[in-house]
């Protein structure tokens, strides 16, 4: 079988946790390639909900870790994943890429402060330090993960260096005894074993992190993630050849959502808002920041599935639009005087474009199971199947792996 890569569609949060969870299965791994703890993946199975930012969402079906070396690894948080899972009866089996960015304690406190110097313009990040940490990164004064494990990072020449850019630093002397503990023993070459895994007939999942509208360069800049969210970063970033990417699924949410600042066309003020919050229960899985909340938009959709190149879509939690009696979709935007449906030509003016919407078929009060569409959802995936030029294969109806539709592609 081949691999296949799995990646959120919008502004992240489409629900990707339960999907990498239900597809993993099938797989003999499962591959972070991109961000860090700012994501917060969240699973739910029979009455307990795991929320994991750095560990793959693999790691409920027992399948092989892999943090791919475009990850920003927070030692930290890596240890209290591995420890919470082994409590709870598993067994999960790391390995991380030696090249992988480390996050320490100065890019998190970093991360506060330069959104505190940003005042009204913040980008409302996690301060989880990701963007300062690829920041370092690319100025070379950042370890990584084999450089930490091995203890071969001079740590006060790059201290007296940071010194020397912020006053008050943090100390690193107790941390970095804890991080390298973390990180004992589990330090490796991730894309030269999966080439190998493959060679041996084994298959993997790329479970990508945000989503394609929070990409570095084809995102929302600057109301963007610190990384490359597309389907494309896989290869790029683990070293391994294109053809390994394998099938791209996209996967979005039957509305949308965004968490932080930044244009957002089709965000929803009032009742309804507060409405489809709560049913969704539409609050950050990392930070706890509630959600802003917004129709479909299937201009930035349809460029999501087009830069991907998104093979299949899995639509999730069409059950809170069970709620929703009149609904629509953005199809196009109007700026300048003129109107379009091409998103890469409204993205630079964004924040001022007037959504255009049409009437989606609804299915308002409609009891969904998951063993049979009904003909008023059918329509509505139908709908969005003629807009978006991609096929509907998993419609997701609920946090519990059962709450899950197959269809026949
Ligand atoms: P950062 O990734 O913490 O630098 O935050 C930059 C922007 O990306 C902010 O708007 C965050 O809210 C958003 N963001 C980062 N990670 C996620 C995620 O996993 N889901 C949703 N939004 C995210
Ligand atoms: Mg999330």
């Keep these: 079988m081949p691999n296949l890569c799995i990646v959120g569609l919008q502004w992240g949060d489409e629900g990707k946790g339960k999907i990498v969870d239900y597809y993993a299965e099938k797989f003999d791994g499962v591959v972070r390639y991109n961000g860090g703890s700012n994501a917060g993946h969240t699973i739910v199975i029979g009455t307990k909900t795991y929320v994991f930012h750095l560990l793959p969402s693999g790691c409920l079906q027992r399948k092989k870790l892999y943090i791919g070396p475009g990850v920003a690894v927070d030692p930290q948080t890596l240890s209290e994943e591995v420890k919470m899972l082994k409590k709870q009866g598993f067994d999960p089996k790391v390995l991380v890429d030696g090249r992988c960015t480390v996050v320490t304690p100065l890019e998190k406190e970093m991360d506060s402060l330069i959104e505190g110097l940003r005042g009204k313009n913040a980008i409302g990040t996690t301060k989880r330090g990701i963007g300062p940490s690829y920041a370092m990164r690319a100025l070379r004064l950042t370890p990584r993960a084999g450089d930490l494990e091995r203890g071969t990072f001079d740590f006060s020449s790059a201290l007296s260096f940071y010194r020397r850019l912020m006053d008050n630093i943090p100390s690193l002397d107790g941390w970095t005894k804890q991080a390298r503990e973390a990180l004992r023993g589990i330090v490796g070459d991730v894309g030269e074993r999966i080439m190998e895994a493959n060679e041996d007939g084994e298959s993997v999942l790329f479970e990508g992190a945000q989503g394609v509208l929070l990409d570095l360069i084809h995102g929302t800049y600057p109301y963007v993630t610190g990384t490359h969210t597309l389907a494309s970063y896989v290869p790029a970033s683990l070293g391994i050849p294109t ?7 996209g996967v979005a949410k039957a509305y949308t959502t965004r968490v932080g600042e930044g244009p957002f066309p089709t965000e929803i003020h009032g009742p309804l808002e507060k409405e489809i919050r709560e049913k969704g229960k539409e609050y950050g899985a990392t930070t706890g920041r509630p959600r802003r909340v917004g129709w479909l938009d299937l201009v930035a959709l349809r460029y999501a599935v087009k830069i991907n190149g998104v093979s299949e879509l899995a639509l999730t939690k069409l059950d809170i639009l069970t709620r929703v009696k009149e ?29 255009v919407y049409e009437e989606l078929p609804d299915f308002y009060g409609e009891e969904l199971s998951s063993k049979r569409l009904s003909r008023r959802v059918e329509k509505f995936l139908e709908f969005l199947e003629d807009r978006l030029k991609v096929r509907v294969t998993l419609v997701s109806m609920g946090e519990e792996r059962t709450a899950t539709h197959i269809r026949a592609s």
């Excluded at 053809?243 to 699924?249: D, F, P």
């Excluded at 609904?327 to 993205?347: D, R, V």
Aim: net charge positive; glycine share 8%; hydrophobic share 40%.
């Design 243 to 249: 053809r390994s990417l394998g099938e791209v699924m």
């Design 327 to 355: 609904m629509k979709a953005c199809t196009a935007y109007k700026m300048n005087g003129k109107t379009t449906s091409e998103f890469s030509e409204a993205l630079p003016v964004l924040g001022s474009v007037v959504p």
